[in-house]
């Protein structure tokens, strides 16, 4: 069974509201930087990005931040680890950071990106922008922009669709056959 959690407009409102929240909490957009883990989330921090541009006229940095190497669970996996994309555009330091990812999930993905992080420098401060909260937390982590909660069961996937990859935007849950 598949559930449509969002359609096009939705992850448009969901993304501008994130945006809004960005700017209030951080009062503007100074020494902020966007990073996205890969793939999605890389595509969400650009689209963020664009919104910025239109409703502020600032241009934010953004950069892409691959935690694959830095993963608790590196050793379970029969397949080998593939590297995405890292790039970090400008230094870090003192800078505020925006975790950017398309759902969070038990926050494994998350620690270790923020372990990458500070091997690049000392941030003022990370933040975290998802745009789907499932969930489902291993860890201590606690997104501060969220584009909507789904509650699932763990025998539930959440899938995010953009454009960018997959010619739709979308978020639908299915369950999960293999369970």
């Not at 999605?40 to 691959?66: M, N």
């Not at 969930?135 to 982590?141: D, F, K, N, V």
Request: proline share 4%.
């Amino acid at each position: 069974m598949i559930k449509n959690i969002l359609d096009e407009k939705g992850v448009e409102r969901a993304l501008t509201r994130i945006a809004h929240e960005i700017i209030e909490k951080n009062k503007g957009l100074e020494d902020v930087v966007f990073l996205g883990i890969p793939t999605r989330g890389v595509h969400i921090a650009k689209r963020l990005r664009d919104i910025f541009k239109a409703i502020e006229g600032v241009i934010l940095p953004v950069g892409s931040v691959d935690a694959t190497l830095y993963r608790d669970d590196i050793g379970m996996k029969h397949d080998q680890p593939v590297l995405k994309e890292m790039e970090i555009p400008v230094s870090i330091e003192n800078k505020k950071i925006v975790i950017v990812d398309d759902v969070l999930f038990t926050g494994r993905t998350i620690r270790a990106a923020m372990n990458v992080i500070m091997d690049f420098g000392r941030p003022g401060s990370i933040q975290l922008a998802v745009l789907i909260d499932r969930g489902h937390r291993e860890l201590p982590i606690r997104p501060d922009y969220v584009g909507k909660n789904v509650p699932t069961s763990t025998q539930e996937k959440v899938k995010v669709h953009l454009k960018e990859t997959d010619g739709v935007d979308e978020v639908i849950v299915e369950a999960d056959n293999e369970a």
